[in-house]
């Protein structure tokens, strides 16, 4: 057939280009891969603007890249003729610009539908069912829209062909589409299925796109003015598929780049918020790691013994803090500003032409490594709260315990020369030890559930709720270490936040008060396993007991168990008293038999027998409901110094934590009035330190350019550095059961010779009020006082200032840089149960030492 003198209405003959064909296809593979991959790493809700835009970026990488793009190139694989270029189909620019928008239009409106939250399965179903036919519907759109562009020819169809064209679509889109958004939790870490979705969308894109090519005649209607005209969309649809594969690479280098600084941070010290939402799902970032921020590279020890553990002070510190929020997080903005400098100062101090600059910070600012250790905490929980746009308030709560991370397992090839089995006695710390597990960093846990209207916010925010099961073996990569061990944590912390937001533990209960002596010094107490805030215990009321109750436990007082058991069984067989007085007290001997008896069947006998009663009344804040307010649970105690030698963690319901750790615990519970003791004595601690800073540091260049620091700088130095470690005690190695012991140093008095600061130099520093109604003077660095409190200064030569307060214990906070010294009085806190009945068990087993 000769195509030199082709008149309109003629058919012209094609074939395909093979090598095109194939291109066609991988054009079409790169949008789709990066579509899969945009869709797994966002948000699973709509509601906010990101949302949208992910949403929106979504479907322009399928709608331009995986169909648009890939029609042309397939379009450019069909040969008219006999392939001279005035007969190559040419495109009208209308069409064509019309046909890159159409299926963006509709891929965002199926990717809306199918990310729509629904409340039943069925609409469920619906919604992914109406997101697979928009969106198969709009690969079919864009091809015959796209061919109405076509301005040479006139496009004839085979029916037969169409509708093909039209199954293969659908079906391919709703296969795909349905299959990803049903099973995307589960896929977390399974790149290959995300690559199998990407190639099998490609390739029904582009079968589509060939079975109605194949059935299509084209009707010739003139000659095309430019012959390489249909070069111009191929070019275009080049640079946009180059564009998106090299989108996809740089997002992979990303990703794989922050999964090895995710892996280099698990050997430093990092805090990690552990969210779950009402179905038990976890929060985890896009890529199926927990959302994280690093708080140190390792905690600066004292000493051998000063280990950064549950009985370090600074943790219990720490712990307090996050159940009241709002007594530091006024500090977080001073805090940053102040570690900012110190860095700067430290920078600049090692420099061997360091300037006299250290006037800024006299060393008691920054030597005690504890302030600048919580100072880092209180802003890297700031920064979490930040990244997941909740207020610090909402942050969460310390987990009770710190996890060991970038471990070796015991299987490791490393250690099975040196292993000689799975476990081994240590008969002086009484418990089974994992023997071959190496820990370099270490990471602390803040949980948090939220509701449904909570989880919606953090979804819109650009994280995800995923099943534990499906993340576990990504988060434990990231942390590196074992599965099985991240497994059981995540199980203890849903039972941890549980038992936070629904435990009703009040009532009359038998609890065994059992310290456990140290070899390094301090103790330990028996806790039960799963809710280590609470003593191992036993029902025996339902509520609080009545006088005549209390007055028959009386009875028991110093007894040992059987010899109480005795004393109730004698009372049982007191039945010639047939008054109701008598048999309601034989029923409560019965109680309380049954009690004890209970009790010594789950303790260790060596123990349990030795202890003795305590007929005191003493109320624990175990109960944490939600929404309502908590009874105390009231306790009577069966006491002793417990034998370190036994093997407490061979029982499967108890275990042992450090006494300080848990008497510090008892202060945590809503409506503790320790709340408002510990937000005065933070303010008290960090407030001249970080007043003192903004003050100076305005003031600095001028004490400089007068040559003034140079002498205070050698003044302080002579006068006033303190060593750069001070030594801490224990808690329990004396009376003294405070968990802040250490924390807040004595007042010493320091002579620094400076000129006091004008009032006038102290721009921008102003009073203000605490929302509690104390006043906090941010002049003299932000010292927060309640209204009992009287403050007396003299502002004479010595520059010292004195803060009273009757009836309160006093501990100093002293300012170097300008001479100010300050003793404030805070309200004593009140001593909680464990101190009490620790007081009373030192008394009664442990003699007093000679000479006293």
């Known amino acids: 057939m000769s195509y030199e003198n082709l008149q309109p209405g003629d058919i012209v003959s094609s074939f395909f280009n093979p090598a095109i064909v194939v291109g066609s296809y991988f054009a079409s593979f790169s949008g789709c891969l990066l579509t899969i991959e945009l869709l797994h790493r966002r948000g699973t809700a709509l509601g906010s603007l990101r949302s949208w835009l992910e949403t929106i970026a979504c479907a322009a990488a399928m709608g331009v890249v995986g169909i648009w793009c890939m029609h042309f190139i397939g379009n450019r694989a069909i040969t008219l003729g006999d392939g001279r270029d005035s007969l190559q189909l040419a495109y009208a620019p209308g069409f064509t610009t019309l046909s890159v928008f159409l299926p963006v239009i509709g891929l965002t409106a199926a990717f809306a539908a199918a990310e729509y939250r629904t409340a039943t399965p069925l609409h469920h179903w619906l919604a992914l069912t109406v997101t697979g036919i928009i969106a198969g519907l709009s690969i079919v759109g864009m091809h015959y829209i796209g061919n109405l562009g076509t301005s040479n020819y006139t496009l004839k169809y085979n029916p037969r062909y169409l509708a093909a064209a039209f ?6 889109c709703l296969l795909v589409l349905v299959l990803f958004y049903t099973w995307r939790e589960a896929w977390i870490n399974s790149w290959w299925k995300r690559l199998f979705c990407a190639s099998f969308l490609a390739g029904g894109v582009s079968a589509m796109h060939f079975t109605a090519s194949v059935g299509c005649q084209y009707v010739f209607q003139h000659y095309a003015a430019a012959g390489r005209q249909r070069d111009v969309q191929v070019l275009i649809a080049g640079v946009l598929c180059g564009a998106a594969a090299l989108t996809f690479l740089t997002y992979l280098f990303f990703t794989r780049h922050k999964a090895r600084s995710n892996r280099k941070r698990a050997s430093k010290v990092v805090l990690t918020c552990a969210v779950f939402d009402l179905e038990g799902r976890i929060l985890v970032n896009t890529d199926g790691t927990l959302p994280a921020r690093e708080i140190t590279d390792r905690y600066n020890s004292y000493g051998f013994t000063d280990e950064f553990n549950t009985a370090h002070s600074v943790l219990h510190w720490i712990f307090r803090v996050t159940y009241n929020w709002a007594g530091v997080s006024d500090l977080v903005p001073k805090m940053k500003s102040h570690l900012i400098a ?49 207020p610090l308030e909402k942050l969460g709560v310390l987990y009770d315990r710190i996890i060991e991370t970038a471990t070796l397992p015991d299987t490791h090839p490393i250690l099975r ?14 418990a089974n030890v994992r023997k071959l597990v190496f820990g370099k960093g270490q990471i602390l846990f803040v949980v948090r559930q939220v509701d449904t209207e909570e989880a919606d916010k953090l979804l819109n925010a650009g994280f995800r709720f995923a099943a534990v099961p499906n993340v576990a073996r990504t988060i434990a990569e990231s942390l590196q270490v074992p599965v099985a061990v991240l497994e059981s944590h995540c199980d203890e912390l849903q039972r941890y936040i549980h038992n936070l937001e629904t435990l009703d533990k009040s009532g009359t209960w038998f609890s065994l008060f059992a310290p456990i002596a140290k070899a390094h010094g301090g103790f330990d107490i028996v806790v039960n396993k799963r809710a280590q805030n609470q003593l191992p215990d036993v029902q025996l009321l339902k509520g609080p007991p009545q006088p005549w109750q209390h007055d028959v436990l009386t009875t028991l ?6 010899a109480c058991i005795r004393q109730m069984e004698r009372r049982l067989a007191m039945r010639e008293d047939p008054t109701p007085t008598a048999m309601r007290e034989r029923t409560f001997a019965a ?12 303790l260790p006998p060596e123990w349990f027998s030795q202890s003795h009663f305590l007929a005191r009344p003493y109320n624990a804040h175990y109960s944490t409901v939600t929404g309502g307010q908590a009874m105390p649970s009231v306790i009577y105690a069966f006491c002793l110094m417990a034998d370190m030698h036994v093997a407490i963690d061979a029982f499967d319901s108890f275990t042992r934590v450090p006494l300080s750790f ?45 040559g003034v620091s140079g002498k205070l700088k050698r003044l302080d130095s002579a006068q006033t550095d303190p060593p750069m470690y001070k030594e801490r005690k224990s808690s329990y190695t004396d009376t003294d059961a405070s968990s802040e012991n250490g924390l807040v140093d004595k007042v010493e008095p320091i002579a620094v010779h400076a000129t006091p600061v004008p009032e006038g130099d102290a721009e921008g520093v102003e009073p203000d009020h605490d929302p509690s109604g104390a006043r906090r003077d941010n002049f003299w660095g932000g010292i927060m006082v309640d209204s009992e409190m009287t403050v007396q200064s003299d502002a004479r030569n010595d520059s010292s200032y004195s803060t009273t307060s009757e009836q309160n214990r006093e501990f100093g906070v002293s300012a170097g840089g300008l001479g100010l010294q300050t003793a404030v009085g805070t309200a004593k806190q009140e001593d909680t149960f464990v101190e009490e009945l620790m007081a009373v068990t030192r008394a009664k087993f442990i003699p007093p030492k000679p000479g006293y």
Do not use: W
């Not at 199954?167 to 391919?172: C, K, N």
């Not at 020369?417 to 009484?430: A, F, L, P, Y």
């Open 167 to 172: 199954i293969i679509a659908e079906g391919d």
């Open 342 to 390: 110190q860095r700067e100062q430290h920078d600049l101090d090692s420099r061997p032409d360091s300037p006299a600059s250290s006037t800024i910070y006299h060393p008691s600012t920054y030597n005690d490594y504890s302030v600048i250790f919580r100072e880092r905490f209180c802003v890297a929980a700031a920064n979490l709260a930040s990244s997941l746009h909740i």
């Open 417 to 430: 020369g040196t292993r000689t089995s799975n476990k081994q006695e240590d008969i002086e710390m009484g």
């Open 557 to 562: 007082d110093g007894l040992r168990p059987h």
């Open 591 to 602: 109680a309380i038999i049954s009690a004890v008896q209970t009790l010594d069947r789950t």
């Open 662 to 706: 848990f008497s510090a615990r008892q202060r945590c519970y809503a409506g503790s009035p320790d709340h408002a003791n510990l937000a005065r004595d933070i303010h008290s601690e960090f407030g001249p330190l970080l007043g003192r800073k903004i003050v100076k540091a305005q003031t600095s260049s001028k004490l400089r350019a007068s």
